[in-house]
């Protein structure tokens, strides 16, 4: 079953050509992505970026927090292992730095999960279900956005500690708040469409329709708003670690190595550059590949 809109007659003329062409929708969207070469380099380097976050660790030569004492704000270097320089405790300046890149992006894949789980089908069962559903579903939403972020994660952090999990709940609570609006918007419009009505004329159960009907028709959308949160969180995350609500020692992060750097700035400013550098890298990166994934997915613009 194809899952576009029957009564916009560029998108009927899109899918003909693309069934002409004996390629799927999908593939479509992969060789429109592929054709846009800042994408594809974002794409590139996100991935090496993560296999360096992931892996890289484990074969530089100093540990997390391993204190080379003949070396304290040593600058970048070959000689003695510590090519990008050292900390203001002597500790390899790459090995924090790719120990900080793992925090920050799964910190960000996390929370992008949940909001794309729980945005998704609770934007989704709003906008279906409409009436008084809709209407409760949505306020409790309103409630959640009036609290003010860090409000709501310093009160966490007096009840709970410092704790990495912390960063995890605080951040997915209200990510997911943005993607459910979002979904919600593209129900209710979806909902009229004729596809809708033949499934309910043939007594297709609510669930069904949402989950293989509606849904699918969001992923266009989804993905791209994806894209745009994912550099959200790494920022949030970066925020809170700057303010020191974030991560503890001896674990760290970009935002918590920036707000050292920053300390160190006219005495050793590799120290701020690094993580700044490996944190507006990857923020550039996200927006481009989201650019390309909008563009790519979006069938009218075909």
Known sequence: MTYLHPNDASLATTEMATLESGRSLGQEAWRRLRANRAAMFSLVLLALIALACFV??????????????????APPAFEGGHWLGTDANGRDLLTRTLYGGQISLTVALVASAVALVVGVLYGAIAGFAGGRLDTLMMRWVDIL???????????????????ILLIYVAIGAVEWLDMARIVRGQTLALKRQEFVAAARALGVPNWHIVVRHIIPNLIGPVIVFLTLTVPKVILLESFLSFLGL????PLTSWGALISEGKDMMARAPWMLLVPSVFLTTTLFCLNFLGDGLRDALDPRSR
């Open 145 to 163: 956005y009036a609290l003010p972020f860090l409000f709501f994660v310093i009160l966490m952090t007096v009840v709970f500690g410092r704790n």
């Open 246 to 249: 974030g991560v503890q020692e």
């Open 56 to 73: 890289g660790p484990w074969f530089t030569p100093w540990g997390l927090d391993e204190v080379d004492w003949e070396a304290f704000r």
